[in-house]
Nanobody, 121 residues
Framework: QLVESGGGSVQAGGSLRLSCAAS????????MGWFRQAPGKEREGVAR????????YYADSVKGRFTISQDNAKNTVYLEMNSLNSEDTAMYYC?????????????????WGQGTQVTVS
């Protein structure tokens, strides 16, 4: 199970931090991360982290603004989002998968969270 928290509404230029707690067998997946889907658009990868090495991967649109991190003791992944703009408005989904290279590709995801809304005005 993946349980997200931390979404909400923020003004442009503001910041939010999303959290995703993993439980059960999902704790042992290779990759954790975040995807997002805006109305009328396809789901896209935002950021991923390899749970073993800690290597991180980002979409070009968020590089330098978003930071993904993990707390292995808490089985939790975080997404720190800064300098938010209206194009970041979307439903954000926590995701877990066993792919080896942590691709920003929704088709490789094995587990999805329920989603948390981020609205930037």
């Amino acid at each position: 199970q993946l349980v997200e928290s931390g979404g909400g509404s923020v003004q442009a230029g503001g910041s939010l931090r999303l959290s995703c707690a993993a439980s059960g067998s999902i704790q042992r997946t290779n990759c954790m991360g975040w995807f997002r889907q805006a109305p009328g658009k396809e789901r896209e990868g935002v950021a991923r982290i390899a749970t073993g090495s800690g290597n991180t991967y980002y979409a070009d649109s968020v590089k330098g603004r978003f930071t993904i991190s993990q707390d292995n003791a808490k089985n939790t992944v975080y997404l720190e989002m800064n300098s938010l703009n209206s194009e970041d408005t979307a439903m954000y989904y926590c995701a877990a998968s066993d792919d080896l290279v942590c691709r920003l590709d929704p088709s490789v995801v094995n587990y999805w969270g329920q989603g948390t809304q981020v609205t930037v005005s």
